[in-house]
């Protein structure tokens, strides 16, 4: 593989994928929704490692920006090897019953619209291709369902799972495999941003290995995926949640 966008890819776990990705000479996209100093940031990590990339400012919920992304993207790196699907959000933690309609739109947006709109135009390329690799990022959210914090969250990432499996089978034809990851605790301002700093601590006990994961050991799972080693794996949702 020697091409890879990332969609959310100047913070988090989708930094943390393009700074892997950058130790293996790839050139990659670097999107990104408003924060241009993380994603310029990300960008020069990238290169100082090897790598080389494009940094790509885009709303994954509007289709016409993601078609304008991926055209850039190709005609400046050639071909499409590789997408991590990777931009969402949590929302705010919050009960069902006192959930803000505002929020539950602006989650959706993202982390369902926003998915499918990148999932729909990689395989446009890919099938022209007849190769690739796209992985989700799903959640165990979508399997233990986030009762009394982020019931939406879950509901969308319900929703990611549905999707890697139906592409998995359809785009199987054409060469390419479509896989997620489903991370657990991990540690990044992710929990922060959903309005709930202490959601690390608190969840702790339930985490078999006792300990919150890294973003670099989701990265590494992603990469896996993405490489020759995980050949004969599609449609397949790798639980990274040291057992919970």
């Avoid at 992985?135 to 879950?154: D, Q, R």
């Amino acid at each position: 593989m020697q091409n890879l966008l990332i969609t959310g890819g100047s913070q988090g776990i989708g930094q943390q994928t393009a700074i892997e990705a950058a130790k293996k000479g790839m050139f990659i996209g670097i999107n990104y929704n408003s924060n241009d100093k993380a994603a310029e940031e990300t960008l020069s990590k990238v290169k100082q490692l090897g790598g080389d990339g494009i940094a790509l400012k885009c709303d994954v919920s509007k289709h016409n920006a993601v078609k304008d992304m991926f055209k850039i993207f190709v005609d400046t790196a050639g071909s499409l090897d590789g997408v991590f699907n990777n931009a969402g959000t949590t929302g705010p933690v919050s009960k069902i019953h006192e959930l803000d309609p505002k929020d539950f739109k602006s989650l959706i947006d993202t982390n369902v619209i926003g998915a499918f709109n990148i999932a729909q135009e990689s395989s446009k390329i890919m099938i022209k291709q007849k190769r690739g690799n796209i992985v989700n990022m799903s959640s165990i959210a979508a399997e233990i369902g986030g009762a009394g914090e982020l019931v939406h969250y879950a509901m969308s990432k319900g929703a990611i799972d549905s999707l890697t499996y139906g592409m998995a089978k359809e785009l199987g034809v054409y060469g390419i495999r479509v896989n997620a990851v489903a991370p657990g605790l991990i540690a990044t301002d992710i929990h922060e941003k959903a309005g709930d700093a202490s959601r690390v601590e608190r969840l702790l006990p339930s985490v078999p290995l006792g300990r919150v994961g890294l973003a670099l050991e989701v990265a590494d799972t992603v990469m896996w995926l993405l490489s020759k080693y995980s050949s004969y794996v599609c449609g397949t949702i790798i639980r990274v949640s040291g057992g919970r």
